[in-house]
Structure formats: C-alpha cells, structure tokens
C-alpha cells in the first residue's frame, strides 16, 4: 500500500477510491451549556478537516431532545442538522443511521474529534482490502489539550471474519472506533439500544459477528475527552445502578442473538459475552456497597448461565478471576488488586 498522505495518494490514482462517508454526532446539552456548544463545534470541525478533499461526506449532527439549538453555527451545506426528541445516545445514533446518505458511517461523539490527518488514510484501506469494517485506535485527550497529528502512517492486519477476530481478542465496546460499510448495518438491521447508558456493548458484538471483511490498525484516529461529570465518570448511585440494569439487558439481548445464530460460527461471539459478563463483576466490585451488590449481580448473570464465569477461548488471567470470583474471599482479593493496578 503506498504511503503518502491520504491527498496526494488521491491524486496519484485519480481520486478512484472517492466515496460517501457519513459522520453521525449525536448531541445533547439541556442546560445550553456554552463549553457543550464549543465541543460540539470541534468535533465537526475535526471531521470537516479530515475529509475535505479526501473523500466526499455528509456530517450529520442529530440533536437528542436539548433545548439549546446550535443550527445557526453550521453554514455549509455537507452538514446536516435533525433535531429529535431526548431518547439518549443509542436513539440519537439510531435516527443518524436512519438519515445518513453515505455508504459508509461512522460515529462520533460530540466532546470528541478525529485527530488530524489520521481518517483518510482508514478511508483508503477500507477500499483497498474491499473490507466491510474497519477499527482504529483511540487516544485520550484532555478538555484543553491541542490536537496533534499522530506519526507515521498506520499498518492494517489482513482481513478475518469478526467472528475470528473476537476468538482471539477482546472486542473494544466503542462503536466510534469504526468505519462501517452502511450495507452491513442495513442488511442485517442493526440498531442500539434506545434510553440505555451502555448501547456499545450490545451493538458492537452484533455489528463485529456479520463482518466478513473486517481489518484493523492501531493507528489512533480517534481522540476521546472524558469529562468530570459526564455520564461515563458519574458516580451517583442512582447511575451506577442504571449502568448495572442496562449490563444485564444487554447480556441478555446478546444470548438471544446468540441463540438465533446457533448454526453460524459464534465462538468469538461467545467470548465476548463471556468477557462482557466478566467486566460487569468487575465494575460491581469497584463499587461501596461492592459486597452487597456482586452477590446480587452474580445471582443474576447465574440465572442467565453466565456464572460461574466460562470461556473455551480464555486466557490464564481470565481463569484466575473466575476461580477467585466464585467465593466472598476471592471477590475481596480481586477488588484490591483492581485498585492497586487500576
């Protein structure tokens, strides 16, 4: 694969891997917070930069139900504005997909951006190796960090089924970390999760099993901003619980799905549950109410026959945890060794 910059490398063949790229920004801000409305405008201004002369695009901001109403900021027709009411991120994502144009997606969460010059070069190997998905790295950045080009040029693997790749890998539950061929998405009628706190982790799984041509790259694209009290760092009780419920729904989707499959190759699919349920005791474990909770949370992944935790395609670190788990002693050993190497 050649190794210039995305645009010179467009020019150099004529510009014959132009395409449609959808870039869906899903927004919500109901106390019209300014610091909100200026991330919002990064993150399309980081998508905007990275695509303009490199592959055609639509960038659609989709307004989950806020009161505040940035439309008047966006004055070029490559993005569109849809307003909807609140249904959280998976319905906001969910009506992105439903008006998106292109014929590939990707999603992009409004307090974060795609680092500079890094898309194009995925847009290219997404043609190259005629893959349906592709995955690429993310990289934390902080509220008032400037954004830095990452170096050199990205190495992709091969094509594998996503069923091969989840055999032999832990699947990131980010769905942001991908750019998906639409079709794969409309044949098989994937939608996430609407008013769930979690809706990667039962979408990605399901996305990543229907792949047949998926190829990856460590490359960081992808800058990701966590913030003090957003939803993912927010250690109210009341969401601690509601990220624990929406776990255990999502778990229980995939078995389903799992079920519905059962003559199609599934085994990555199966560690992935099987990790999935691994990290919900996990999570349990990090909480003040740890021993009262994980015995709750472990009756309910029994009642699903994810407990005792199993996997034929696990790894000696995830053996230990399901030994230790399975007792109070072992579940308070596997809480302090979390906050040691947290």
Not at 13 to 35: A, W
Not at 126 to 132: H, Q
Not at 230 to 240: D, E, G, K, P
Not at 263 to 290: F, M, Q, V
């Amino acid at each position: 694969m050649d190794t210039g910059s995305p645009a010179d490398m467009l020019t150099a063949r004529h510009k014959e891997i132009l395409m449609i790229l959808s870039v869906i920004i899903p927004y919500y801000n109901p106390d019209g917070d300014p610091q909100t409305d200026a991330l919002l405008k990064r993150a399309v201004i980081s998508a905007r930069d990275n695509l303009d002369g490199i592959a055609d695009y639509e960038i659609i901001v989709v307004n989950d139900g806020s009161y505040s109403d940035p439309e008047p900021a966006f004055d070029t027709p490559v993005i569109r504005y849809i307003k909807r009411e609140h249904g959280m991120l998976g319905a906001a994502r969910n009506t992105g997909i439903e008006n998106a144009r292109g014929e590939y997606i990707s999603f992009l969460d409004a307090d974060d951006i795609y680092l500079p010059g890094s898309l194009g070069h995925c847009l290219i190997a997404i043609r190259e190796y005629d893959a349906d998905l592709l995955g690429f790295g993310m990289k934390r950045i902080l509220p008032g960090d400037r954004a830095e080009s990452p170096s050199g040029v990205p190495c992709f693997n091969d094509p594998v089924t996503g069923d091969e790749f989840m055999s032999a890998h832990n699947l990131p539950g980010s769905s942001c970390r991908y750019i998906i061929r639409m079709s794969l998405i409309k044949d098989h009628g994937l939608r996430f999760m609407e008013n769930a706190f979690i809706e990667d982790e039962e979408f990605t799984p399901r996305l990543m099993f229907f792949s047949q041509r998926y190829v990856e790259t460590a490359y960081p694209v992808y800058g990701y901003c966590i913030r003090s009290g957003s939803i993912i760092t927010s250690s109210s009780a009341r969401m601690i619980q509601a990220r624990s419920a929406d776990t255990l729904k999502a778990l229980d989707r995939l078995i389903n799905f799992r079920s519905e499959h059962e003559s199609s190759p599934h085994t990555g699919l199966d560690r992935k549950i099987s990790y999935l349920a691994l990290d919900h005791i996990r999570r349990t474990l990090r909480r003040n109410d740890w021993r009262s909770s994980s015995r709750e949370q472990i009756s309910s992944l029994t009642s699903m026959g994810l407990f005792p935790l199993k996997c034929s395609k696990s790894s000696p670190g995830f053996r230990l945890y399901s030994l230790l788990s399975r007792c109070g002693a072992g579940r308070l050993l596997l809480r302090l060794a979390d906050k040691i190497y947290r």
